[in-house]
């Protein structure tokens, strides 16, 4: 490259992921008076025949006053996803999945299939998760940033010690049999957090307009489908999960911007959710937050010593006759 040029591709050896392809092989531009790194898209990844990806900041309106990295200034870490590839393997066995299984108990078989589709559930094939849900957590943009694997007893209850991630999983096998990490899992293992968007954050860029239902766990959304209906249907809810009681956060919730929401916390939850509903509505502008008190109304003593959550409710009732007589 011509030396006259002050933004050079850097000349050492380190490389960067790729927004194109998210593989190891990108090459960023450097400004070559400050010896700082321009903003983490512009570069040229090494894998010109497969992936292409080049952005010239010289062919942009990239400006010097852009967020260049300065020195000493903390630079946010960067994400790393789990491939597509790695989500679709999930997507069978479905015989052996306990959740799936249960969910068969409460609705027909077609209504578990949308359902099931529409979240992209999965199963654990083998080893000692062998028979796991799965529930991937795919942000706005696509990206999968986690995927979740729970084992479920015959009451469709988490089994002890049940809870488990399918990178952790990964992770465990590479070591026992002495193999070296995948790429995308060694880079993967860096995150700061692997739960870091909303569970089926994936489907508010295809339903646009419905209002959001935000339960704590996945099996909360998923049965929440299946009792108040899909959200084909504009007027229905749209289910999401922010993963656990303490996941309700500002940040968490932003890609939930101009919705109406509607909370549904699990018994003992109610006050902390409820009081959170005007720091969100602060924090995230046009968006309206309400609490449900379904439970706080509906559950008895027995039920609310056991910490029940929504989905042990709705699970007491018909699907149809619960869906002929809503209840918020």
């Known amino acids: 490259m011509n030396d006259k040029f002050r ?127 799965t529930f991937p957590f795919i942000d706005i943009a696509g990206n999968i940033r986690a995927i979740q694997a729970k084992q479920f007893d015959e009451t469709n209850h988490t089994r002890k010690n049940g809870t488990d991630f399918i990178h952790a999983i990964m992770h465990r096998h590479y070591q026992s049999t002495n193999e070296p990490l995948p790429l995308w899992l060694n880079d993967y293992l860096k995150n700061e957090r692997y739960v870091s968007c909303l569970f089926g954050e994936h489907l508010l860029t295809r339903y646009l307009t419905n209002p959001v239902a935000l339960v704590e766990a996945p099996k909360t959304a998923i049965i929440g489908t299946l009792y108040y209906g899909m959200p084909d249907n504009p007027a229905n809810l749209l289910w999401l999960a922010v993963y656990n009681k303490s996941s309700l956060t500002a940040d968490r919730c932003q890609a939930l911007k101009r919705r109406t929401v509607i909370l549904f916390p699990d018994l003992g939850a109610f006050t902390d959710w409820k009081n959170k509903t005007n720091e969100l509505m602060k924090a995230i502008p046009g968006t309206w937050f309400t609490t449900s008190d379904i439970l706080e109304r509906e559950a008895n003593e027995a039920e609310r010593l056991a910490g029940y959550d929504l989905a042990d409710f709705l699970s007491r009732f018909d699907w149809r006759n619960f869906r002929n007589n809503l209840k918020y």
């Open 7 to 133: 933004y050079q591709l850097d000349r050492s050896p380190r490389k960067f992921v790729c927004p194109g392809c998210n593989r190891r092989k990108f090459v960023r531009y450097i400004d070559t008076a400050t010896k700082i790194y321009l903003p983490g898209q512009f570069g040229r990844c090494d894998r010109q025949d497969h992936c292409g990806y080049h952005l010239n900041p010289y062919k942009t309106c990239f400006k010097v006053t852009d967020q260049i990295e300065q020195p000493g200034k903390p630079q946010p870490m960067p994400k790393y996803y789990i491939p597509e590839s790695i989500l679709n393997a999930t997507l069978k066995r479905y015989e052996i999945n306990s959740f799936v299984r249960n969910l068969m108990k409460l609705a027909p078989v077609g209504e578990v299939e949308k359902v099931v589709s529409l979240y992209r559930i999965g199963t654990v094939s083998k080893g000692t998760r062998a028979g796991s849900a």
